[in-house]
């Protein structure tokens, strides 16, 4: 018996001083044909319901050269496939405009924002015949927790410092993306894409717009995280939009839309087997930039 135990501990041994380099060989990317994406965030260039919104004159001639110049650096990534923020029963709707625009192109579209600005004139210069929409509209309360904290009736029963620190402090641990961010409406345009889609200010994003609320709930129960649920659920449904779209390992993806949604579809396309992620900022850099 003594004798068993001890082959079975030396086998025991031998299993787990192998694992780590079999996990590591493992971990090592293959050379699949994986679907390039390039996921871009913005805020609405125009009306907005969202609760931070960004002062931008959509119809300032400074502004739609800014946009146009955006648009020819994000155009070198040479998407096939555009995807912006409308509902997919609107496509037709959208890609009606958009071909107005093909058929008039010196001035931008500002009907529908950054979507008809910035990624119809991208969906222009990549040769494009039609943009599609992949979002889906689902409503959730991310202000629960402000609404606890201004009801002397109501009790934050989960951990309201951290609800807090991520209210009022969101970069306590950056302070110089703070300070960048103060300033935030005194950049250019590029400038202010380039930090919008920073990772840190996307892990922003969704702590703002939804990770926060799982600091929050009265007495035991859950009705913070059933919020931010709603809010994990849209973004679901619009990444499963984005997977009814037909398309092969030659096809390269844009993506454009809020940069809360950015956040959250880096989540998803980040771990797919089905897409590779190319890294935004390189796109959002003032330079000649290849394919890859």
């Given at each position: 018996?003594?004798n068993i135990?001890f ?13 780590p ?7 090592e990317?293959?050379?699949g044909?994986k679907i ?13 319901s969202?609760a931070?919104?960004?002062n931008f004159?959509?119809h ?19 998407p ?9 029963e609107?496509m037709t709707?959208m ?10 192109p ?18 222009r ?11 889906n ?26 609800y807090?620190q991520?209210?009022?402090q969101?970069?306590?641990h950056y302070?110089?993306?703070?300070e960048?961010?103060?300033?935030f ?7 202010q894409l ?14 703002t ?35 009814r ?37 390189d796109?959002?850099t ?6 890859k």
């Open positions: 018996m003594k135990l082959l079975l501990a030396l086998c025991l041994v031998g299993c787990s001083s192998s694992t380099s079999v996990l590591l060989a493992d971990a990317p293959g050379a044909n390039k994406v390039l996921n871009v965030g913005s805020f609405h260039f125009g009306a907005s969202d931070n919104v960004v004159d959509e300032k001639q400074a502004n739609q050269q800014a946009v146009k110049d955006i648009a020819k650096l994000i155009a070198q990534f040479k096939t496939i555009v995807c912006l923020e409308f509902l997919p609107d709707t890609n009606q405009a958009y071909q107005a625009f093909l058929a008039d010196k001035v931008l579209n500002t009907r529908y924002g950054e979507l008809s600005m910035l990624g119809f004139d991208v969906a210069l990549s040769g494009l015949d039609k943009v599609y929409g992949i979002d509209h689902l409503g959730y309360n991310y202000s629960l927790g402000d609404f606890i904290e201004h009801s002397p009736e109501l009790t934050n029963s989960v951990d309201r410092d951290t807090l991520l209210t009022n969101p970069f306590l302070p110089g993306l703070a960048v961010n103060q300033r409406e005194q950049l250019s345009l590029l400038e380039q930090l919008t889609n920073h990772p840190l200010m996307l892990d922003y994003m969704l702590n717009n939804a990770d926060k609320l799982f600091y929050v709930g009265i007495g035991d129960g859950f009705e913070g995280a059933e919020q931010a649920a709603q809010f994990y659920l849209r973004n679901m449904k619009i990444y499963t939009n984005l997977n779209i037909p398309m092969s390992s030659d096809d390269r993806v844009l993506i454009l839309m809020g940069a809360a949604h950015t956040a959250m579809l880096r989540e998803f396309i980040g771990r797919s087997p089905k897409f590779e992620m190319v890294n935004t900022l796109y959002l003032a330079k000649e930039h290849s394919a």
